[in-house]
């Protein structure tokens, strides 16, 4: 399968959109770890329709004019990454949870960890929003695009993130 590209500039940097012949399949950051999301070959394709909705989504989102994303997504991963990216997708917009409760809510409560790690792979960044998962204690924890960018998408959703 040949996967088609775009980029498209952003607040949080230039993002690079990835979509396959099913949906989005990636939303890579600028800085982006190629290991994190491995899908190839890639071809540039600006026009692409699914390419082309999720950019006009995010340019909403970004505005302040879109609370939630409707894209058809094309998740690869095994399938406890994609349990924990589902649940990332029923984290309200201005709401976050723990990787805990990320755990519990997909059945495996001592999977904390794992569920950090699946969430560090998380390839559809910001729509698949594993920016709205915190630590415990509320801190700031890893996140692909930086915790900048972390705080942003945060901020933009409304988060009052003084401690």
């Known amino acids: 399968m040949t996967y088609v590209t775009r980029t498209t500039a952003s ?16 939303i890579l950051w600028e800085n982006d770890d190629p290991a994190r999301v491995r899908l190839a070959p890639r071809v540039e394709a ?8 999720a950019a006009r989504q995010l340019a909403a989102y970004f ?10 997504l094309d998740f690869h991963g095994t399938d406890f990454q994609k349990r924990v990216w589902a649940a990332l997708l029923a984290i309200p917009f201005g709401e976050t949870r723990s990787y805990a409760q990320i755990a519990g809510a997909i059945g495996a409560p001592t999977a904390f960890r794992a569920v950090g790690a699946a969430n560090g ?23 692909a695009g930086g915790l900048e960018a972390k705080e942003y998408l945060l901020r933009l959703e409304g988060l009052d993130l003084a401690a």
Do not use: M, Y
């Open 11 to 26: 607040p949080v940097g230039q993002l690079t959109l990835v979509a396959s012949d099913k949906g989005l399949a990636a």
């Open 121 to 143: 792979r998380n390839p559809i960044s910001i729509v698949a929003p594993c920016h709205r998962v915190i630590g415990t204690n509320g801190t700031l924890t890893g996140f």
């Open 63 to 72: 505005a302040g004019d879109r609370t939630s994303f409707d894209l058809p």
């Open 46 to 53: 600006a026009d692409h329709p699914v390419l082309e909705e």
